[in-house]
């Protein structure tokens, strides 16, 4: 049962997370189209989406040990203060390698942000209702991703540059929330005292991680963004080339992605997770991504776009916050330090996914979706043999 202040806390939260996601939410239908605008292609575009997440991976666990040590809201807050300078950045860029800078920017100080709040989640709610804390943070990001695209197509009116200095006072606001609202999650009894850091042993980490009695939950972590990643990373592209969408259409589309991302996480991610646990979900989504994946290579107009791609966002929405939810249930070490290897192995996906999808697209449209509904279907069938329920927590 959760006291009326850390219900406030949550809700303070799900609005800073809305804010930050409607910003970042607002980039992904005007990228693909700056791309292109400075003469480069589905490659391109796919090596600026990996720089960012490349930057994360290296970072993120930093940022989970330093909100370990010092509490996760100063964290927070410098994650905020990146990701509104690097979006300020993006916004004056008027060449490929400015582009580039802004978005390794992003992912050097924006990587703070995701791992640190579901620390801070982690730190509001019991065991019982961490699946519930996974599924708002989630769909705290799909309502994010819902206002986010269809306004940016709007400011993509006026210039391609107009979503990101919009999204980079979103930032900001959110920052001014942080710091004017949210409390410290993390008493300083609870606190490490581990001071060193050092960035060469990330690989290290990782690979302990991946050997680790939750090493299976962190390959998931990875497989379900490379996958993801496959989706929406040439998303853009897809459109424009096959159905000749703009930015106006592809935000358009995505809001209502966004919308169906929401309610099934905010609204069916707790409640399936508490009947048939974690593992039955994870393995539902894996399948259901699968055939999604499939389908949407087959839409040929408007309506069919919006089913096949909405049916594979309702299978595919559970999976990261029930990922997560077991990495925090099971973990034998701080949560900074777990949620930060998730976003890790996570930011690993996001590396490998665009690079992959973007080389793909150049060969053939179809390609990165094809490859999507490949490695959903190698997560499902590894689910079936690795993912099972304790003894201690299936009665």
Known sequence: MQSSSQSRNIIILFTTLVIIMMGFGMIIPVLPFLIEAFGASGQELGFVMAIYALMQLIFSPM????????????????????????????????????????????????????????????????????????????????????????????????????????????????????????????????????THIDLRQQFTQMWQGLRGPIGFLFFLAFLASFSLTNFEGIYGLYMANKFDYGPSEVGYTLTFIGIISAAVQGGLTGPATKRWGEEKVIKASMIGSTVGFVLMVLAFNTTTILLTVGFFVFSNAMIRPGVASLISKRTESGQGISMGLNNSFMSLGRIIGPVLAGFLFDLNISLPYLSGASASLIGFILCLALLRTPKAEST
């Open 63 to 194: 940022w989970g040990q330093i909100s370990d040590r010092i509490g996760r809201r100063p964290v927070l807050m410098i994650g905020l203060l990146g990701n509104g300078l690097s979006m300020l950045f993006m916004g004056l860029a008027n060449s490929l390698w400015m582009l580039f800078a802004a978005r390794a920017m992003a992912g050097l100080l924006a990587s703070a942000t995701l791992p640190t709040s579901y620390a801070y989640m982690s730190d509001s709610t019991s065991e019982e209702d961490r699946g519930r804390g996974m599924g708002i943070l989630g769909a705290a990001m799909g309502v994010g991703m819902v206002l986010g695209p269809g306004f940016s197509g709007i400011l993509a009116d006026i210039s391609l540059a107009t979503p990101f200095y919009v999204g980079s006072v979103f930032s900001i606001l959110a920052l001014l929330v942080v710091y004017l609202l949210l409390p410290e999650s993390l008493p300083e009894d609870r606190r490490t005292n581990d």
